[in-house]
């Protein structure tokens, strides 16, 4: 069974950059979207970015500081975080849409187990 596994998260200054990973575990398929989401607690969980073949979407609160990136042959979708606030501590959650295999589509929706990203000083 496919999993998600992440790295990159820990603890950060204000100010500072992060790159988070997200390596699918397998092979013989791909996803339509991969992407990354944050919550904090007591809050909802919500979208930071996510990238399909043509098209990335952001947060507008992370537009023009995160940019998230995938290569397809290893399977593998990056969030490359800079000039990080603290407000943006949270844990983020990978997460795979839309799976392609042995020539057909599956509606899956996967997840990572999530990665704790703390930005204070």
């Known amino acids: 069974q496919v999993q998600l596994v992440e790295s990159g998260g820990g603890l950060v200054q204000p100010g500072g950059s992060l790159r988070l990973s997200c390596a699918a575990s397998g092979s013989g398929f791909s996803f339509v979207t991969m992407g990354w989401y944050r919550q904090t607690p007591g809050k909802q969980r919500e979208l930071v970015a996510d990238?399909?073949?043509?098209?990335?979407r952001y947060a507008d609160s992370v537009k023009g500081r995160f940019t998230i990136s995938r290569d397809n042959a290893k399977n593998t979708v990056y969030l490359q975080m800079n000039s990080l606030k603290p407000e943006d501590t949270a844990v983020y959650y990978c997460?795979?849409?839309?799976?392609?295999?042995?020539?057909?589509?599956?509606?899956?929706?996967?997840w990572g187990q999530g990665t704790q990203v703390t930005v204070s000083s």
């Open positions: 990238i399909t073949s043509d098209t990335t």
């Open positions: 997460h795979a849409n839309g799976m392609l295999r042995r020539g057909y589509y599956e509606a899956t929706n996967y």
